[in-house]
């Protein structure tokens, strides 16, 4: 068999390409044909990504006087559908370190759900965590996915993040223990 032969040769050929690589990447503008682009090297992927795990609880109010969560939109059928299908709802909702709503505030979950399933109860939920306290005040996670609310753990990704989690990704899980309690959730996230 060549099989071998021919992939240590690709091999090599790889090697050769990867070592030669960083020679390909243009000079920073010194030709100026692409001012815009201010650097481009190497990154290293051996140095310091850690996985942090948060638990936060999220409150979504949206009875009573002071609502952090509103209907904002909704199609014809809405109002005949069982799964909410074709509802946005805007949230500004709290996120606590325990249960309780009086429990210490670290931030907040601001942007939408909406209603995306025609046969399930499923959300799309497109929000950022907004977080305040200590050293993570003013970084924010972005968290994109699908809630499949009546599902013990809804897990969704989290697509990046500012701050102290710039270039970040992982997953968190949503659990909801019981109604009217705030939803669970761990939170974990790859950041350096
Ligand atoms: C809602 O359901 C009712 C009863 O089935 C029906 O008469 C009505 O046309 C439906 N409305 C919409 C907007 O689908
Ligand atoms: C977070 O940072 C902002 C802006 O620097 C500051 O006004 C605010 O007091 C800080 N919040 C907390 C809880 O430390």
């Given amino acids: 068999m060549v099989t071998c032969k021919c992939t240590t040769f690709s091999s090599l050929l790889l090697l050769l390409f990867l070592l030669s690589a960083a020679n ?4 920073t503008s010194s030709d100026g044909a692409y001012s815009y682009l201010l650097s481009s090297k190497p990154v290293s992927h051996t140095t ?17 006087p002071n609502p952090t969560s509103v209907r904002v939109a909704e199609a014809p059928g809405t ?25 210490k505030l670290v931030g907040r979950a601001q942007g939408l759900y909406a209603g995306a399933g025609l046969k399930k109860i499923e959300f799309l939920m497109a929000m950022n965590f907004v977080l305040t306290d200590g050293i993570y005040n003013g970084s924010t996670i972005a968290i994109i996915g699908h809630n499949e609310v ?43």
Avoid: C
């Fill in 79 to 103: 109002k005949n559908s069982s799964t909410f299908f074709g509802a946005v709802v805007m949230i500004d909702d709290a996120l606590t370190i325990g249960p309780d709503l009086n429990t």
């Fill in 24 to 27: 390909l990447v243009p000079a």
């Fill in 48 to 64: 310091g990504e850690k996985q942090s795990h948060f638990r936060f609880y999220w409150h979504d109010i949206f009875t009573g």
């Fill in 150 to 192: 009546l599902n013990e753990v809804r897990e969704m990704s989290i697509v990046g993040g500012t701050g102290l989690f710039r270039l970040s990704r992982g997953y968190v899980q949503a659990r909801t223990f019981a109604n009217n309690d705030p939803v669970e959730y761990n939170v974990f996230i790859n950041h350096y």
